[in-house]
């Protein structure tokens, strides 16, 4: 991989072997072969690189990611690993416009994360990018035969996404982990509560995910009172691989 060292994400990378390894092990557990995954916030790819490692070449992956420079990265990361993966380079949102990506200066008291990078405030010295923006059922809609996973991660535009995927919420019925990040969602206008309903809707339960690759359930104090952080795997079906809340709990 194309790794920078001042990166968060790509510190992670380097120096401790991964970046979200409990995110990574819940990808792998609900990815089979010939699968097809999308990844949105993609930052540089990692995800992604699993994603299409696990679907292998009957599979199909498709990355978001909003930020030019990073999108870039994802093309060659593929490239190295000899994968295929689909390159979006637009935001996902609830219509089709265009929108300010707002990227973090990367100083002091403002990290050099890309992935901080947002359609909300970071809440320190940004630069602004004009990106498309579109929802994800203008692109995908009935295009693809089957999905399995979503990895949602966009700082704080999570639920406009997930209504802008309607369509293929109803059509596919996808896992769907996403994040949640106390202040990125109430610069956005939203809420938790909001999103989790929104998902009961279409016949989907949500768990929380720990730091150590296990699940717990969501309780209705946590629903409505969340920490800064959370992540949650969204399902409606048996997982694809094995038992999936025994592994969780291992």
């Not at 679907?55 to 992956?61: E, F, K, T």
């Not at 802008?164 to 596919?172: K, R």
Request: include cysteine; charge should be negative; hydrophobic fraction near 40%.
């Amino acid at each position: 991989m194309h790794l920078d060292s001042r990166n968060w994400i790509d510190w992670n990378i380097l120096f401790l072997g991964a970046y979200e390894p409990h995110v990574a092990k819940w990808i792998e557990l609900l990815l089979p072969t010939g699968g097809v995954a999308i990844d949105i916030g993609a930052n540089i790819g990692c995800h992604s690189l699993s994603m299409a490692r696990l679907a292998g070449q009957s599979g199909r992956v498709l990355s978001f990611e909003p930020n030019p420079a990073l999108a870039e990265l994802i093309a060659k990361n593929s490239g190295l690993n000899g994968f295929l993966i689909e390159s979006y380079a637009v935001a996902l949102g609830l219509n089709n416009s265009k929108a300010l990506l707002k990227v973090p200066k990367g100083h002091p008291g403002c990290p050099s994360n890309l992935g901080l990078a947002s359609l909300v405030d970071p809440g320190c010295e940004y630069d602004e990018i004009e990106v498309p923006l579109r929802t994800l059922d203008s692109i995908i809609g009935h295009q693809i035969t089957r999905l399995d996973l979503v990895k949602l991660d966009v700082q704080g535009y999570e639920f406009q996404i997930l209504q802008g995927m309607q369509v293929v919420i109803e059509t596919y019925r996808p896992a769907i982990i996403f994040e949640y990040e106390q202040l990125s969602w109430s610069q956005s206008g939203t809420i938790l509560p909001d999103a989790v309903a929104y998902l009961k809707e279409y016949g989907y339960s949500c768990n929380v995910l720990d730091g150590q690759g296990g699940i717990r359930a969501l309780t209705e104090r946590t629903l409505h009172n969340p920490p800064e952080h959370l992540e949650l795997l969204c399902r409606t079906k048996p997982n694809l691989r094995g038992d999936i809340d025994k592994e969780g709990r291992s």
